[in-house]
């Protein structure tokens, strides 16, 4: 790794395998503006939900409570499981409202990174221990964030708080004057609003902070193009290894093709750069098939064994070029050579008959063929 790439030159969005590692050691994106939002949102929204119900369930509680049996006083020892019995009645009018802000503070979390869970997030680290991380922490840039960050917590809900006392100052002061009911009414009405107001402060809070924090955790697992590359050649598998791999897959496919050759009806030549086996079976293929073809070196091995396997070999040039260029291995031959393979292939059924006696020797037809195919 050269030198600019450990100086932190990190330029490079992370892969999807490099967040996924993330993921798995516990390094997810957090907002705990998000997390304290959600919970004290539906808090306040279950509060004011339910607040019939809750001051019903705590009115009967407080009843209880206060106006314990007269037998408790005579049989002390049965005074404590009489408060646990009245703490557990509290806790089932409190729980609703609980059960909500449990359930809110696990879907936020959810919200923001996903579903997960990470063992070695449980490890201890002892890194964290360190006391240059812990300054590091200090004194660095994430320290500075967090403290623009508190004194917007505290503008936001201090700005939403101080507005709505403003607003609800002169309502305040007239609760003096009013029926008990009255004022509770009004008062209840106050906190509610104060309330709403700062959860909006939070939940604003809380869309700058998420979108900063996922920001913020790409940043950190931003990579070195030294980095990107080790992994894509661990992803992929290194450059040496592939190469290596489509030589032989190369070798294998020439050895195959050299195997087809003497299956052949005739091999076309240009007559020593291009060569390209031809086979033709009457019933059982629409055309002849390219069974095998090359240039230079593998040309000459290609003449070679159709050679030693006495399968004619035809020079024609310009079709044997057209035949290279435009036909596929195990593939027939295009529709317009055709008419030029025919004649080839005619004139080899002749060759042979000629061979064995029964018919004169022919003439090398004149092959006519626009070699690219009429382009310029």
């Known amino acids: 790794m050269s030198e600019q790439d450990e100086s932190g030159e990190r330029t490079e969005l992370p892969t999807e395998k490099r967040r996924r590692e993330a993921r798995e050691q516990g390094n997810i994106p957090r907002s705990r503006e998000l997390a304290t939002a959600a919970v004290f949102g539906a808090g306040v929204l279950a509060i004011i939900a339910m607040g019939p119900s809750l001051a019903r369930n705590a009115l009967g509680w407080m009843k209880i409570a206060l106006t314990p049996d007269a037998a408790l006083m005579r049989q002390p020892d049965q005074l404590f499981g009489h408060v646990g019995l009245l703490l557990l009645k509290l806790l089932a009018v409190v729980a609703p409202v609980a059960g909500i802000c449990v359930l809110a503070g696990l879907v936020a979390p959810v919200a923001m990174s996903g579903l997960q869970f990470s063992q070695k997030a449980l490890m201890p680290d002892f890194k964290r221990l360190s006391p240059a991380a812990g300054l590091k922490r200090l004194y660095g840039a994430e320290s500075v964030a967090e403290l623009l960050k508190s004194l917007l917590r505290v503008a936001l809900i201090g700005g939403a708080a101080a507005i709505c006392v403003k607003l609800g100052l002169n309502p305040l002061r007239e609760l003096l004057t009013m029926p008990l009911e009255q004022a509770v009414r009004s008062g209840l009405a106050f906190t509610s609003t104060l309330l709403l107001a700062t959860t909006g402060g939070l939940i604003l809070l809380a869309a700058i902070d998420a979108p900063y924090q996922k920001w913020n955790w790409m940043r950190k697992l931003k990579m070195t193009r030294q980095e990107l590359r080790e992994e894509m050649k661990e992803s992929e598998g290194s450059p040496e290894v592939k190469g290596r791999i489509r030589q032989m897959q190369h070798q294998l496919s020439q050895r195959r093709m050299m195997e087809e050759v003497p299956t052949a009806d005739v091999v076309v030549v240009n007559p020593t750069h291009y060569a390209v086996a031809l086979k033709y079976q009457a019933g059982q293929m629409g055309a002849p098939t390219v069974v095998a073809k090359g240039v230079d070196e593998l040309a000459l091995r ?63 037809p004149a092959v006519d063929v626009d070699e690219h195919g009429g382009k310029a």
Request: charged fraction near 20%; charge should be positive; avoid cysteine.
């Open 302 to 364: 290609i003449r070679e064994v159709a050679d030693a396997h006495r399968i004619a070999i035809v020079s024609a040039p310009p079709l044997a070029r057209a035949l290279y260029r435009e036909g596929q291995l195990g593939r027939e031959i295009p529709v317009r050579l055709y008419a030029a393979v025919a004649q080839i292939l005619s004139y080899v059924y002749q060759l042979r008959a000629w061979r064995v006696g029964e018919a004169p020797h022919p003439d090398m």
